[in-house]
C-alpha cells in the first residue's frame, strides 16, 4: 500500500510498505477515506520527539470497514468508522473510567497509545491506504448514512473536535461564562468551537495569524493579534480587568512570540494573567518530559520557569492532558449529524495522498491559508 513515511526531520515521503493486514481477532482494518495533518504531527516533523525513521504518520483516521477478526461482533464490512487517535482496550482501570488516553495495556510500560505518533506505541499511522484497528469494536466509532457525503466534519471527531472540546471541559467552562484560548490553530479553533456549543458568553482567541483569526470570527469569537499589543492587556480590557473566568491552552511546548522565538512558558503565564482569580486552565496543547532541541537550559529538560506564586495566589486550577477521544466522540458526531456543528469549516485543503509531502511543508511554515489538510488517500 502506499503510505506517507517519516524519514526524518522535514523530510517525509509516500513509499510502498507492506499492506496493513488483521493481525488479532480484535482488529479491524480500514481502507482510509479522509486523513488529517495534526499540528502534533509538526512536532515529529520539525525533529522535536524521538519518532523512529521509517514510521507511517496519521492519527487523524476516517474510513470504510473492509475486513473484521473473528473476534470482533459489533462492527460490520463496509461500516463508515471515524477512529479516535487513542488506540485504547475498553477493558483496563483507565478505559473503564473514561480515561482513554491513558490506557495501560495499549503501551506496556507507559499511559496510552496512538496511531503514528512517537512513544505512542508500535501502531502505524493512518496517512496511507489501510490501517489496522486494535480492538476494533472498542475503537470504532460508527457513523450514519450520511457519513461519506460529511466525511470532512467526522474525520475532526478523531481528535481536535474531542480534544478542543476537552479544553473547554478542563476549564470546566460553563454556559454564560467567559474564556480565553491562547492558539488559533486548528485546536484553538475546535476549542472555540466548543465554547459557542457550550453557550460562552465571551470566546476570546490569541493568535497572530490573521487568517486563522478571522476564521475564529467567524465562529463568534473576539479575535486577539498579539503582534498588535499586549494580549493580556487586550483580555483585561475587555473583561473589566477582572480576566477571563477560564482559559485554554492550545499551543504547547513549541509557542513562539510573534517574531517566531521560541518561549515554552508563553502561554502558560499569559494566561495565569489573563484569568481571573480562582479560574480555571484547561490545558491541551502538547508540553514534554524532555525537549533535547528546546530553546534554553530548562526546557531541555522539559521544565518551565511557571509563575506559580501568582497562579497560587490566584488560587487557580490547571487541567492537562491527551483527549479522552472517545468520551465525547459520540454526542459531537451527534451535533454534525443534526447540522449543529460543522467543524469543517476549518478544512483548507483536501488533497491526494501524493501531494502529503508538500502540504507538510506549508502547513509547518503555517503558510496564509494553511489552516487544516485532509488527505484522500483513496482518490
Ligand atoms: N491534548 C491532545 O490530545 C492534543 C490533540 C491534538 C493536538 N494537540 C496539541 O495542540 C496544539 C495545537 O495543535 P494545532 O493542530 O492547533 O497546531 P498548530 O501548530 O497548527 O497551531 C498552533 C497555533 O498557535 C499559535 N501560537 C504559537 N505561539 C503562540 C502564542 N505564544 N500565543 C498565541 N498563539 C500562539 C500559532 O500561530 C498557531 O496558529 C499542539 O501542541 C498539538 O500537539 C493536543
Ligand atoms: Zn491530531
Ligand atoms: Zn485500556
Known amino acids: 500500500m502506499k503510505a506517507l513515511v517519516y524519514n526524518g526531520p522535514h523530510d517525509v515521503s509516500v513509499k510502498t510498505v507492506p499492506d496493513a493486514k488483521i493481525e488479532r481477532p480484535t482488529d479491524v482494518l480500514v481502507r482510509i477515506t479522509s486523513t488529517n495533518i495534526c499540528g502534533s504531527d509538526l512536532h515529529m516533523y520539525d525533529g522535536r520527539t524521538d519518532m523512529e ?16 477478526g473473528n473476534a470482533v461482533d459489533r462492527v460490520k464490512v463496509g461500516d463508515w468508522v471515524c477512529l479516535p487517535f487513542n488506540v485504547s482496550c475498553g ?58 457525503e460529511k466525511q470532512n466534519d467526522y474525520v475532526m471527531l478523531s481528535d481536535i473536535f474531542p480534544t478542543g472540546y476537552h479544553a473547554t471541559e478542563l476549564a470546566q467552562l460553563k454556559p454564560g461564562e467567559s474564556v480565553v484560548i491562547y492558539g488559533a490553530g486548528p485546536v484553538g479553533l475546535m476549542a472555540a468551537m466548543s465554547a459557542s456549543l457550550k453557550g460562552a458568553s465571551k470566546i476570546m482567541i490569541v493568535d497572530r495569524l490573521a487568517d486563522r483569526l478571522a476564521l475564529a470570527e467567524k465562529m463568534g469569537a473576539i479575535a486577539i493579534d498579539d503582534s498588535d499589543g499586549n494580549a493580556v492587556e487586550q483580555v483585561l480590557e475587555l473583561t473589566k480587568g477582572e480576566g477571563a473566568d477560564k482559559g485554554c491552552e492550545c499551543v504547547g511546548y513549541q509557542a513562539h512570540d510573534p517574531s517566531g522565538e521560541e ?50 495566589n490566584k488560587g487557580q486550577t490547571i487541567g492537562s492532558g491527551q483527549a479522552n477521544v472517545k468520551l465525547y466522540n459520540r454526542h459531537l458526531r451527534d451535533l454534525i449529524h443534526l447540522g449543529k456543528a460543522k467543524p469543517s469549516i476549518i478544512v483548507s485543503h483536501e488533497l491526494p495522498l501524493a501531494k502529503a509531502p508538500a502540504a507538510y511543508k506549508h502547513f509547518d511554515a503555517r503558510d496564509k491559508g494553511w489552516t487544516k489538510i485532509v488527505l484522500k488517500p483513496a482518490a
Open 263 to 312: 518561549h515554552p512558558n508563553m502561554t502558560m503565564n499569559d494566561l495565569v494573567r489573563a484569568v481571573r482569580p480562582t479560574g480555571i486552565l484547561g490545558v491541551v496543547g502538547v508540553f514534554v518530559p524532555e525537549d533535547p532541541k528546546g530553546p534554553d537550559k530548562l526546557s531541555k529538560k522539559g521544565v518551565m520557569a511557571f509563575d506559580f506564586g501568582l497562579f497560587w
Open 91 to 148: 477493558f483496563c482501570k483507565n478505559c473503564e473510567r473514561g480515561l482513554t488516553s491513558a490506557c495501560l495495556t495499549v503501551n506496556p510500560g507507559t499511559a496510552g497509545g496512538a496511531y503514528g505518533y512517537a512513544g505512542m506505541g508500535p501502531y502505524s499511522g493512518g496517512q496511507a491506504e489501510l490501517l489496522r484497528v486494535p480492538y476494533g469494536d472498542f475503537n470504532c466509532l460508527r457513523l450514519p448514512s450520511d457519513a461519506e
Open 53 to 68: 525513521s521509517g514510521r507511517v504518520l496519521g492519527h487523524e483516521n476516517l474510513g470504510t470497514v473492509i475486513e473484521i
